[in-house]
């Protein structure tokens, strides 16, 4: 059970046996200390077990430089417990931005960013 939800997320659940959604609170500013924050109860949560993950980058919610590099090394050194990643995203700044966080990790395990929740779930329960 998670002690204490991070202040930029709305939440973290499992949808089913092999999903865990990340859920991002409307127009937050996601800076490093947050994503550490977010990091950290991913793993609580998910007791570090392998598993796919379904993130939803909500409207008007960014995050910063360092808070993306962070999570860019965080996601490629522990590969091994992401099995799969599905990014829901909004706007054309989120898509860009994601683009280029996938690029990043793809060699790591399967990702791809969406805008239509239904269409990422299944992408994921394919992977």
């Given at each position: 059970?998670?002690?204490?939800?991070?202040?930029?997320?709305?939440?973290?659940?499992?949808?089913?046996?092999?999903?865990?959604?990340?859920?991002?609170?409307?127009?937050?500013?996601?800076?490093?200390?947050?994503?550490r924050e977010i990091l950290d109860a991913l793993y609580e949560y998910t007791e570090n077990k392998p598993l796919k993950r379904l993130i939803l980058i909500t409207s008007g919610s960014t995050l910063t430089l360092k808070a993306r590099l962070l999570l860019?090394?965080?996601?490629?050194?522990?590969?091994?417990?992401?099995?799969?990643?599905?990014?829901?995203?909004?706007?054309?700044?989120?898509?860009?931005?994601?683009?280029?966080?996938?690029?990043?990790?793809?060699?790591?395990?399967?990702?791809?960013?969406?805008?239509?929740?239904?269409?990422?779930?299944?992408?994921?329960?394919?992977?």
């Open positions: 059970m998670l002690e204490l939800m991070p202040r930029v997320l709305e939440s973290i659940s499992l949808i089913d046996k092999t999903i865990v959604e990340v859920r991002y609170k409307e127009k937050v500013k996601v800076d490093e200390n947050d994503m860019q090394e965080e996601n490629k050194d522990r590969k091994e417990t992401i099995l799969a990643e599905a990014v829901i995203v909004n706007t054309l700044t989120q898509k860009m931005t994601t683009n280029f966080y996938l690029n990043f990790i793809k060699v790591s395990y399967p990702s791809k960013f969406f805008t239509d929740y239904s269409k990422a779930k299944l992408w994921l329960s394919q992977q």
